[in-house]
Structures are given as structure tokens and as C-alpha cells.
């Protein structure tokens, strides 16, 4: 299975959890290596260091919809322009307060099955997830 998501450095503790259950899951700095009933993941091109700027038109340049945190994206001018001119395609997750794993997992699974049918919508767009919802916000 290739790979359709790239979950953001700034949800890496969800992301190692991921890998683990889905093989079309990536993350900067993931090794690669066996996933999910043995197929191989390869290993992601984006450092974790990398700038916003810097792996958001590499990410869209693969087709892979994002997984982020970063709510403030569509707010900020560089990073906005870096997103629509590349093309790419960003899920962010929304809560009023700061989520820790458990709550992040929670979102991610609980809108998993709208975000899936995400992948088939070209881009730009930015969708925001929380546990009950899921809103196109650009």
C-alpha cells in the first residue's frame, strides 16, 4: 500500500503509534521498515527538522493529505501561501486546549473514515477535525 498520510512533527508520538496500524502512514524521520502484515513502509523524505516552508510542497509533491496540529496554518502568510501554492491538502486537529496522545489518538480514529475520503479531493484545502466534527476551513 502506498502511502497517503503524513502525520506533522508536531504529533510524532501519535504518529510512531500510527505506523503501527496502518502501512499508509509516514512521519519526517520515519525510518521505514515492516508495518502492517509485513509490508514494507519506506522511509520518509522529510527530515524532522524541516521547515514548514520546506516539506509542505514536498508532502503535496507525493499527494499525501497532512495530519497536523498546527490549527493557526491558514493564519499565518507564508506558511498559507507555501500550502496553496504546493496544492496540499491539511487536516488539522481542533480543541480548545492542549491534547496529549490519548487525545489526539482519539480525533485521528474517531474521524478516520472522513478523513479517508479526504484523499480523493484535490487540493488546497485545509479541514479542521475535532471528536465531533469535521469542517473545511479553506
Known amino acids: 500500500m502506498a ?4 502525520i506533522d512533527a508536531d504529533l510524532l508520538g501519535m504518529a510512531k503509534m500510527l505506523v503501527m496500524v496502518r502501512a499508509d502512514v509516514t512521519y519526517p524521520g520515519d525510518p521505514g521498515g515492516a508495518g502492517v502484515d509485513g509490508r514494507l513502509r519506506p522511509p520518509c523524505p522529510i527530515e524532522p527538522r524541516a521547515k514548514d516552508a520546506q516539506w509542505i510542497p514536498e508532502v503535496a509533491s507525493h499527494g ?3 495530519i497536523t496540529r498546527d490549527r493557526h496554518i491558514r493564519h499565518r502568510p507564508a506558511e498559507r501561501a507555501a500550502l496553496v501554492s504546493a496544492g496540499a491538502r491539511h487536516v488539522t486537529l481542533d480543541a480548545a486546549k492542549q491534547l496529549d496522545r490519548w487525545g489526539q489518538l482519539e480525533i485521528v480514529v474517531t474521524q478516520w473514515r472522513a478523513i479517508e475520503r479526504l484523499v480523493e479531493l484535490p487540493g488546497p484545502w485545509i479541514y479542521s477535525a475535532s471528536r465531533t466534527n469535521i469542517l473545511r476551513v479553506l
Open 3 to 6: 502511502i497517503r498520510f503524513y
Open 64 to 66: 499525501w493529505v497532512v
